[in-house]
């Protein structure tokens, strides 16, 4: 890499004076310290929810699936929606330490550790989803293909469900090692820090002895770059296997050849939000607003902006094609998008989704920490209610008028959510608490290239 | 500075002459009439008579019941033999217009992303997007020529055919000549004024003292590549999917796109492997060509992505009036549309694997001309199976019409690249990029 000169209009990636052992120092403070009042509100919320949900996984089990507000001609809504946006939101993790690795974008630096970790929560969260949406969970094993006693009764490899399974359970597992392994010289730091023996034991087992002599990082960059390149594809096949749920189908409005492209755009789009919505939250209480800067913030916005320009262009080629095809029912199917009785929905979801990312264009707004934090929490509004918008309006009107129904939600269904949410905080709360959670090996590897102290030397070097 | 060589500029004017005869030999030796395509079909039978072959029965058949099916039939081949040679022309005009556009749109990218190792390549991008102005003037002349009825490649814009379709009647509204043609002129136009833009832009600011040119360029790419977002997949539509105006399909534009991408990276490596071989590009590293191979490899496995996406999606659901493109692709084309794969897939998946390869300057050349072949042959099943079904074959018109277009290519792009110093040295990052090293 071009570590030896950097064009001097480059911005600075680290704010503030710092050295190496500045970083250590912030990042390993908010582990070594002490939670406040204020993460434990959020943490008692959080559980809170988790446990409520929790209670309303058990009850539909116990119960039945009926307790969900889904009915014959609707057979997936909130469950699959969510199941989505949960996928949806893990990939930005992926894409800032894999994506943004190959293509040597040193900001991902500040941001791919707790990226990553949202990745791993996200994808928790929408496991549960094809499991308890399952009539018959304890059959769940069923999916699996392994010998057994019903003369080696097999899986049926046609279906995009049962690649759903191969795809997230490989998708969270290459996550959690490519993570980890990121992991070890952080790990490394805390455990030579630690003065207390627990904290010396519990990051000495975390950290798999790791003692970075040079063949060690010479290995480290050589797996983190094979793992980008594998995980780049592996982040694409597994939103697009998720989009085959649908497009594999002869609904309309969910049978598109688009559907993986945009998916994946779609996914991006709303998982860098919330990677926004967390960071800037994270850089203030955890005191590293010298490391997530406002240029990260900013570049993060590019990337909501492009993206969403781009699921865009998918929305109007869809209403285009589908007008193209002469298909009445595909005709239909965007009619009542637009005009049935989800109207709000539809308009929602191009509102948030195509309208708002608009604004980014203008360098004022995107520099504008409070707008971010909004945008970032209007686009995942609205790319929930683009998974809804496709799967409920797709189903609840198609072929036969004789099947036309509605949907409506139960509390089951909104506890279940509401539940995952708070699961997801309960977990990155704690994340936040015990891990490092800026990648400082690799932020100090920018220092000297970024660091504002040092550019400001080179710079009067020049003069 | 380069100098046009004057080898290569007599390459470039034979390829152009050479092509040109063939070309016109393809247009000169088209059935004249349905009568002659009649002749010429009972001839092949007779010639195979004595085999007996499966097909000859059916016609056999055809004839002895309805004498009517064989005229049908007949004229059904006679359009195809006549649009034989204008798909040939059609798809060698699109293809390099395509490698042109997509140079174009890799070169906005690096200047809108603020990358900083292919500044040295910049002036081999703006030499290959010269050939855009060119290339458009061309397919809009085709495009014009085929809306006055010489051809039959976009069989919306024959009133009888469309007459006695329905499907095509409800297109129209999008499908008519003239909204066509604004179109048309409106993607060339919009696509010619950056480039030109941007290469008065990026001149000026190598001799300038600050960066407002600079500046101005990178919103300007910005701008161009949202129009070309959109323009790119109407653009798809329009010249390539309206020629099966029955069959549609959303991924369409990006498919393309991919295809282009790809073809116009490896173009871009190709011709700095030439310059720099020829000692013009002493600022070229093999990290630089490493990170095109890069590309080469990753964008051709976001084609193969795409492709099969749509032939999945199509394949699995197995509707009716979507997999007719397929089956007639999978049923008359079966070694172009399952050996592209192994062109753009398979050989630059596994040649470009390898970190040490991708630095070997005649290992990137092979893998390149591999997948230029490939993407050809993309292009050649999107439009064929279209304009002249099961009477294709790869001849004298093919093979002419991608020498007349190749040489033209040559003679722009590198009379371009003579015009102006090939270090864009007024360029922010232009340091970073001499010192490239990955």
């Known amino acids: ?463 | 500075m380069y100098t046009f060589s004057s080898k290569l500029k007599t390459l470039s004017f034979a390829l152009m002459i050479i092509g040109f005869l063939g070309v016109a030999y393809g247009f000169l030796t088209t059935p004249s009439s349905v009568e002659d395509v009649k002749v010429m079909l009972q001839q092949s039978h007779d010639a195979h008579g004595s085999e007996a072959s499966a097909h000859e029965v059916t016609v056999n058949e055809h004839g002895s019941t309805q004498a009517h099916e064989v005229d049908a039939h007949a004229e059904h081949v006679f359009h195809s033999l006549k649009n034989k040679p204008w798909s040939a022309l059609y798809v060698a005009l699109f293809f390099f217009f395509m490698i042109s556009l997509a140079t174009l749109a890799f070169y906005a990218i690096q200047h809108a992303a603020q990358a900083g190792w292919p500044v040295v390549l910049f002036r081999v991008m703006e030499a290959i997007t010269a050939y855009l102005p060119v290339g458009g003037v061309l397919l809009f002349v085709f495009f014009v020529l085929s809306s006055l009825h010489l051809n039959h490649l976009f069989v919306w814009m024959d009133p009888e055919v469309v007459a006695h379709d329905e499907l095509i009647q409800n297109k129209s509204g999008y499908l008519n000549v003239p909204f066509f043609l604004i179109r048309a002129a409106i993607y060339i136009t919009g696509w010619v004024v950056y480039r030109n833009y941007a290469r008065k832009l990026t001149l000026a600011q190598d001799n300038s003292t600050d960066l407002t040119n600079y500046t101005k360029l990178f919103k300007s790419s910005a701008a161009f590549l949202v129009f070309f977002l959109v323009t790119e997949s109407m653009m798809s539509w329009d010249w390539i999917m309206s020629l099966d105006p029955h069959w549609f399909s959303t991924l369409f534009g990006w498919y393309v796109f991919a295809s282009m991408i790809v073809s116009a990276i490896t173009t871009i490596a190709l011709v700095s492997i030439y310059l720099k071989g020829k000692g013009y590009l002493e600022f070229v590293n093999n990290s630089h060509l490493h990170d095109l191979a890069k590309f080469m490899f990753g964008f051709s496995i976001f084609w193969t992505y795409l492709w099969f996406s749509q032939f999945m999606l199509i394949w699995y659901a197995n509707i009716p009036e979507e997999i007719t493109y397929f089956a007639t692709r999978f049923n008359d084309y079966k070694i172009p549309f399952l050996g592209m794969l192994g062109l753009n897939f398979v050989f630059p998946f596994l040649i470009l694997m390898n970190s040490d390869f991708k630095r070997v300057p005649w290992f990137i050349v092979c893998a390149g001309i591999v997948i230029l072949l490939g993407h050809y042959v993309d292009i050649y099943v999107m439009i064929m199976p279209a304009t002249v079904g099961d009477q294709w074959f790869f001849g004298i018109s093919e093979i002419s019409s991608v020498l007349l277009v190749l040489g033209l290519f040559i003679y722009v792009v590198f009379s371009a690249l003579s015009k102006v110093p090939l270090l864009a040295k007024g360029n922010p990052f232009i340091k970073e990029s001499e010192h490239f090293h990955y």
């Open chain 1, 1 to 463: 890499m071009s570590s030896h000169y950097e064009a001097p209009i480059r911005r600075p990636l680290i704010d503030g004076d710092k050295s190496y052992h500045d970083i250590t120092v912030e990042v390993a403070a908010p582990v070594e310290g002490k939670a406040n009042k204020l993460w434990w509100t959020a943490f008692a919320i959080a559980l809170t929810a988790f446990l409520w949900g929790l209670g309303s996984i058990i009850y539909t089990i116990g119960t039945g699936i009926g307790v969900w507000g889904l009915n014959k001609t609707v057979g997936w809504a909130w469950d699959i929606t969510n199941f989505v946006w949960w996928v949806g939101i893990g990939h930005a993790g992926t894409l800032i330490s894999a994506v943004l690795l190959l293509f040597r974008q040193k900001w991902r630096m500040g941001i791919n550790r707790s990226a990553e970790a949202m990745t791993i929560f996200s994808v928790v969260q929408a496991g549960l989803f094809p499991v308890i949406h399952m009539g018959r969970v304890w059959n769940a094993h069923f999916v699996l293909p392994i010998p057994n006693q019903f003369g080696t009764l097999w899986t049926n490899f046609n279906s995009p469900l049962l690649w759903d399974v191969f795809a997230i359970s490989t998708y969270l597992s290459v996550s959690l090692v490519f993570w980890w392994t990121g992991l070890l010289p952080d790990f490394a730091m805390l455990r030579d820090r630690a003065v207390k023996p627990f904290q010396k034991k519990i990051y000495s087992l975390l950290s798999f002895g790791w003692s970075g002599r040079a063949k060690d990082w010479q290995r480290f960059e050589e797996v983190s770059l094979v793992l980008a390149g594998l995980a780049t594809p592996l982040v694409l096949s597994v939103h697009t296997i998720v989009s085959f749920d649908f497009a594999t189908s002869v609904i309309p409005g969910w049978h598109t050849t688009i559907f993986p492209p945009y998916f994946v755009a779609g996914a991006v789009f709303s998982g860098f939000a919330m990677v926004n919505t967390l960071l800037i939250i994270m850089r203030k209480v955890s005191n590293l607003e010298a490391y997530i800067t406002l240029q990260h913030i900013e570049l993060m916005n590019i990337v909501i902006m492009i993206t969403g320009s781009i699921v865009g262009c998918a929305y109007i080629t869809e209403l285009f094609i589908a007008w193209y095809s002469g298909v009445e029912y595909e005709q239909y199917a965007f009619l009542n998008r637009a005009t049935g009785p989800y109207w709000w929905a539809y308009l929602l979801m191009m509102s948030c989704n195509v309208f708002s990312p608009q604004f980014m264009w203008s360098k004022k707004l995107r520099q504008s920490i409070t707008f971010s934090f909004i945008i970032s929490i209007v686009v995942n509004v609205g790319m929930w209610f683009e998974r809804f918008v496709i799967i409920v309006t797709s189903l609840h009107r198609d072929y036969l008028p004789s099947s036309w129904t509605m949907f409506s939600p139960t509390f089951v269904d909104i506890g279940i959510y509401v539940g995952t949410i708070g699961f997801f905080f309960v977990l990155f709360l704690l994340y936040a608490r015990t891990f490092p959670v800026i990648a400082q090996a690799e932020v100090k590897s920018i220092l000297k290239s970024s660091g504002e102290n040092y550019k400001k030397l080179r710079d009067r070097n020049h003069e």
